[in-house]
């Protein structure tokens, strides 16, 4: 018996092989192939903080998509007019904010000039351009035939193939995953005749708030400096642009030389001779001389830390389903695996376009780290999770609390579109949006479920506590809500309790109504109770006291605001479902039974009719990325799996061919929202929620009927 018993566990333990999904084949068989350069997208390599985008050469020769980092930002120079030389002179603008005048950082029309730098300064810039010369040729994409380029989503390496000249080019690209270092492995003859080389160029930043596809300008050549400096197999390029400066450190296996600028550029070439391959190794780095690993190592390194990336965390199978929707599902799935981690796995929340191209001066969002960074805690991939998280906010600690004093709240106001400093730039919107405010508890308490232990309670109780802080003295005692009539003998007695309103002014998440009239917005009201909520029970898990203000406003928030039996975009908006502006934003009322765990007051027959409402009069065609994971993890929960999908799959909600979120009508390709928050919708079905249906049997009735959905390692969701 007792053998039986060892044998049974054995049995258990070792899954059989059949019931493991093969996550290479599903893997790779989503491998992108392109056979002639995209104009819009780049096919690329990347490791989280350092990317790199290539046309069908394998590098950027046709095309100069982006070489982008966490680290690479530069300042335009300051303006000189008297008063507005430096941020210190931007004074904002006074809101009346019940019954007081706060200042906000928003563009004073007294001092457009400063206002407007801090909007468009740091912005985020190109490194440089790496790509094929052609000797003395002159040689265009029409030039090449056989043009063939595979991403190896496996092991993060992009073999390109093409012929010219009657010869044949080979070249693999892959991205150290420990540096910001790009290795390049050639092979052709026309290497060995100086017919074959490689360049390096450079661009001077641009000022463009969306600068896509291309980052950068290439002929103001003459406010920018580089120099060269040269050692055997190595190189060292120094590119200087007004205060910054960094290095290009280029080592190389073989014969060749490398020489330059050509005259009036910054273009340099190294020429090979003598040999038919070329092994190349470019680090990128605000440090001089830097010495990096051969390109056949990083090539190693490379594919070692993808297949550890694939083989480990949560995964989803739906290729053996043989229906269309669920391959193309799975291809989304994939490919936004992929290039999240490239793009989204830094030390700063990305940039809306990751290390693609920039949008917004390539700055990052408060409001939207969750739909960037969340899905690595669900997908298991915590490490990702916390190269930012709560770096971010450690580091932004003492200036929100400097923001909140000065607007004489307490506690912490995190900014909105940030650089890697904290500074918040001006804006109407940016600076009284307020959704962003509750994200620490939505992060903190994801990690708490996976790890509950005393020290991811300490590593956010900080940032907690001044978050909760502030929420608490920003929500304002309404007095005139609330009144309980008592009908007692002759004369009423009448018990004033009073509700806390957030608002005005304020702009709710969809940025379309008026600040000074807009209050109590039903996705708002939801968070700050489940933040304060969080925080009472971050303290209780401590064992430390609950301060008494966080109750008292967690348990009188205005109620959800409901008219005609829907949940508004906030109380009292006119005209809610009639007027086309208001049905075409942001749909964030379906989050509180979605993105969020439902507070205890939702009514779900209301809940049902919101949805209904949306699914039959919102203007799909104005949303745009995460708007339909937002739609599709509230379906999700109302139990309409195939309504989920058909959001996640909607006509207006885009993947490129290699799996770029399209941005659509209102911002630039990709949108990367719309990946993170696919995958985060994703893992909800999944791995399903609290209360949820559990078990293996669940999952397929999170998705629609026939599909056959194999998943291992998803928990459930809040
Ligand atoms: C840009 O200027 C600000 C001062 O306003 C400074 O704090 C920041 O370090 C500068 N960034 C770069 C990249 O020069
Ligand atoms: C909101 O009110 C402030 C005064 O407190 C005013 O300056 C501002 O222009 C108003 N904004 C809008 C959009 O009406
Ligand atoms: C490239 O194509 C152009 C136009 O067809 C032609 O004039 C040129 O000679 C070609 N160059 C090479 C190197 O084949
Ligand atoms: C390019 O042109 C230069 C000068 O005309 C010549 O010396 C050199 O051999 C040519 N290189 C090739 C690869 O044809
Ligand atoms: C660079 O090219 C652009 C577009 O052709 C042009 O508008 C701009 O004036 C040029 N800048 C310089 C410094 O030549
Ligand atoms: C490297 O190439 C140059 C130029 O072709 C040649 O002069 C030199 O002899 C070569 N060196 C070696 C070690 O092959
Ligand atoms: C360098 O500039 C001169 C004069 O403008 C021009 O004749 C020559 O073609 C240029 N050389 C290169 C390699 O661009
Ligand atoms: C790199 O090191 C070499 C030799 O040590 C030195 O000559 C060169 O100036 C250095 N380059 C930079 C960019 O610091
Ligand atoms: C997160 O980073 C901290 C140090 O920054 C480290 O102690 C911790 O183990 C990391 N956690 C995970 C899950 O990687
Ligand atoms: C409720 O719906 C009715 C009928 O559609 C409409 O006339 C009325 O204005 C709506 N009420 C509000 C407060 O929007
Ligand atoms: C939920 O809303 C429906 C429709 O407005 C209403 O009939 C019902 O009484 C509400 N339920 C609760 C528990 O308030
Ligand atoms: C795919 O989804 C669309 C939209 O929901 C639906 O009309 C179609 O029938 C689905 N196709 C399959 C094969 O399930």
Do not use: C
């Not at 093969?22 to 990347?46: A, C, L, T, W």
């Not at 457009?112 to 994409?141: A, D, K, Y």
């Not at 390109?160 to 070249?171: D, T």
């Not at 950068?216 to 060292?236: D, E, M, R």
């Amino acid at each position: 018996m007792r053998r039986w018993a060892i044998i049974l566990t054995v049995a258990i333990w070792v899954t059989p092989a059949y019931s493991k999904i093969d996550r290479k084949e599903v893997v790779q068989s989503f491998n992108p192939v392109r056979h002639e350069s995209s104009n819009s997208s780049p096919v690329q390599v990347g490791n989280g903080n350092f990317a790199f985008g290539v046309d069908v050469t394998g590098l950027q020769t046709f095309m100069p998509f982006g070489t982008l980092s966490s680290w690479g930002w530069h300042n335009f120079s300051l303006p000189i007019a008297p008063g507005q030389t430096s941020p210190a002179d931007f004074t904002g603008l006074d809101w009346w904010t019940h019954g007081r005048l706060v200042n906000y950082d928003q563009p004073n029309p007294a001092e457009p000039l400063i206002s407007n730098w801090m909007v468009q300064n740091p912005q985020r810039i190109n490194l440089g351009r790496i790509g094929f010369s052609f000797g003395n040729e002159t040689v265009t994409e029409t030039n090449l035939s056989d043009k063939s380029q595979t991403l190896d989503l496996y092991s993060g390496t992009i073999v390109s193939r093409f012929e010219v000249s009657g010869s044949q080019v080979k070249v693999k690209t892959s991205v150290d995953p420990g540096s910001d270092s790009v290795a390049i492995q050639v092979e052709s003859d026309l290497l060995r005749g100086g017919q074959l080389g490689v360049f390096f160029d450079y661009p001077y930043p641009d000022v463009n708030k969306f600068d896509a596809p291309f980052v950068g300008v290439w002929n103001a050549t003459s406010q920018h400096t580089t120099s060269l400096q040269k050692s055997p197999n190595q190189a060292h390029i120094t590119h200087t642009i007004d205060t910054i400066t960094y290095y290009t450190a280029i080592q190389w296996s073989g014969n060749a030389s490398i020489n330059g600028p050509l005259n009036s550029t910054h273009r340099y070439v190294l020429q090979p001779r003598g040999d038919s391959s070329l092994d190349l190794t470019i680090n990128f780095s605000p440090k001089s001389n830097q010495t990096r690993d051969d390109a056949s190592l990083i090539a190693k390194s490379s594919a070692d830390w993808w297949q550890d990336y694939w083989e480990t965390g949560a995964f989803i199978d739906l290729t053996r389903s043989q229906n269309k929707n669920a391959t193309e599902l799975q291809r989304r799935i994939i490919l936004s695996q992929y290039l999240l981690a490239v793009n989204e796995a830094g030390q700063d929340p990305p940039q809306e376009s990751g290390l693609v191209n920039n949008g917004w001066y390539g700055k990052f969002h408060l409001e939207m780290v969750v739909w960037h960074l969340m899905h690595w805690g669900r997908w298991g991939k915590w490490a990702l999770l916390n190269r930012s998280m709560p770096g971010v906010y450690e580091r932004f600690l003492p200036t929100s609390i400097q923001r909140a004093q000065d607007q004489g709240y307490a506690g912490a106001r995190w900014g909105k579109m940030s650089d890697p400093r904290g500074r918040s730039a001006p804006g109407e919107i940016n600076s009284l949006l307020i959704w962003q405010q509750p994200h620490p508890f939505y992060l903190a308490e994801n990690e708490y479920r996976a790890f509950p232990n005393q020290k991811t309670l300490q590593k956010w109780d900080e940032i907690l506590t001044e978050t909760a802080e502030f929420m608490v003295s920003f929500a304002w005692y309404n007095t005139s809500t609330g009144i309980i009539h008592v009908p007692l003998a002759m004369e009423p007695i009448i018990i004033q309790t009073g509700f806390y309103d957030l608002g005005p002014p304020m702009y709710p998440v969809s940025e379309n109504t008026s600040p000074n009239a807009t209050f109590n917005p039903t996705f708002e009201l939801a968070y700050w109770r489940f933040g304060l909520t969080t925080a009472a029970k971050w303290k209780t898990r401590q064992h430390l006291p609950v301060p008494t203000s966080w109750l008292h406003v967690a348990h009188n928030l205005a109620p959800l605001p409901i008219i005609n039996n829907t949940y508004p975009i906030y109380q009292d908006i006119p005209n809610m479902w009639t007027d086309p502006t208001t049905v075409s934003d942001h749909p964030a009322m379906l989050g509180i039974f979605g993105l969020l765990p439902p507070s205890p007051d939702l009514n779900l027959t209301v809940m049902r009719n919101t949805a209904d409402k949306i699914a039959s009069v919102w203007d799909l065609a104005n949303l745009y990325g995460w708007d339909f994971p937002l739609l599709a993890t509230n379906a999700a929960r109302l139990g309409r799996p195939g309504k989920a999908v058909e959001y996640l799959l909607d006509a207006n909600f885009v993947f490129d061919d290699v799996g770029m979120p399209v941005g659509g009508p209102r911002v630039a390709t990709p949108y990367f929202p719309a990946a993170g928050g696919l995958l985060l919708a994703v893992a909800m079905m999944a791995g399903g929620w609290d209360g949820s249906e559990s078990g293996s049997e669940s999952v397929g009735k999170r998705f629609p009927g026939g599909w056959r959905v194999d998943v291992e390692g998803f928990e459930a969701a809040l």
